[in-house]
Each structure stands twice: as C-alpha cells, then as structure tokens.
C-alpha cells in the first residue's frame, strides 16, 4: 500500500462507516460521530505504527536516495585476503546506516500519522461531552414521555375499575351480549 493510499484509506474508511451506521442507525447520530473520530484516531495510530515498524520499505523514502553500499576491500591485489572480516564489518556499519536513514526518512510520516491520531482524539473529547449530553437530554424527554404514559395507563385502569364496579353493582349489560362459560358471543335476535 502506497503513502497515498494509506493516508486515503485513513480518511476515507471512517466516513464509509459513519454514512453507513448514520443511513441505519439514525437516531443516535452523536455517538456515530464519535465512532468515526474514534475510529480515524485508531487507524491513523495503526498507520504510524506500520510506518515505524516496516521503515525499511523504500516507499517511504523520497525518491532518488539510494542506499549506500559497502566497497569490497577483498578484491585489493595482495592484501585483499587478509581484509575478508573487514569486508563484513564495514558491510555491517554500512547496513546500519542504511536502516538509520530509513528509520530517519520514515519518522516523519510515522509523526504524521500519529499528530492526525492526536488531533482526532483532542476532537473527541468535546465530541464526547456533547454526545453524552445529547443522550441524557433524549433519556430525559424518553423518562417523561414515559412518566406520562404510565399516568394515562392509570387512569384508565381506575376508569376500568369504575366500570366494572358499576356493572357489578347492577346497570344493564348490553343486551345483544350474552356470557358463556368460554367465550363471548353475540346472541341472535330469534334466541
């Protein structure tokens, strides 16, 4: 995955995410919004941590640095023998050079990547806040809209309890109806 590619996939994942849950989970839009913020915080931190552990990978490098190379002091003409363990040694200086400019090339992309994670996690505390008090105003009307109903279920049922009192204490029923033992039904007019 290309430099490109990874910072597209760290913004563009996110927002796939976020039009995805928001189009099916409407109603709790804020924490989605906080999802998304989460989420870009994480894969920007995944990316930084990619780049420092793979920092050897040319495509972090720009272009045109190549790595340096070792001269071979074994092809030197009557000596060249006896400097074979210098070969290795100056091959291995060499290699850790390389790997240091590596290293030093790719940090600051790493940086990159881990400053886009910090922003993402400072815009989230607030987002937090404010997703939480959302969620305790809707808590609150949803304790209301409860409260008011459990009221209305009350009276009726205390309506309920007039009506049967009053049918036990001896109005009419209507007349079409008649109880059976079972069940209810309507009685003919000819029975």
């Given amino acids: 995955m290309s430099l490109d590619a990874l910072h597209i996939f760290t913004w563009v994942a996110p927002a796939v995410v976020a ?15 906080v999802g998304a913020v989460l989420l870009f915080a994480a894969l920007n931190a995944a990316a930084g941590i990619y780049v420092l552990n793979h920092f050897s990978e040319p495509r972090w490098s720009p272009e045109g640095n190549a790595p340096l190379s070792a001269p071979s002091l ?11 363990p210098l070969d290795s040694a100056l091959e291995g200086v060499v290699g850790g050079v390389n ?7 790719a940090l600051p992309i790493a940086l990159d990547f881990l400053a886009a994670s910090g922003w993402a996690l400072l815009v989230a505390f607030p ?15 949803r304790k209301a809209e409860f409260t008011k109903y459990r009221a209305t279920v009350d009276s009726l049922k205390d309506e309920l309890e007039q009506v049967k009192r009053q049918v036990a204490a001896g109005y009419p029923t209507h007349p079409a109806r008649s109880v059976d033992a079972e069940t209810y ?3 003919s007019p000819e029975a």
């Avoid at 074994?74 to 074979?84: D, K, Y």
């Avoid at 790997?99 to 090339?105: E, H, N, Y």
């Fill in 19 to 33: 039009l995805v849950a928001g189009v099916l989970l409407r109603r709790s839009f804020h924490w989605i919004a």
């Fill in 74 to 84: 074994s092809e030197t003409p009557m000596v060249g023998e006896f400097l074979v």
């Fill in 99 to 105: 790997d240091f400019r590596a290293f030093q090339q």
């Fill in 127 to 141: 987002l937090v806040i404010l997703a939480a008090c959302v969620s305790f105003a809707k808590a609150r009307r």
């Fill in 185 to 187: 039904r309507l009685t």
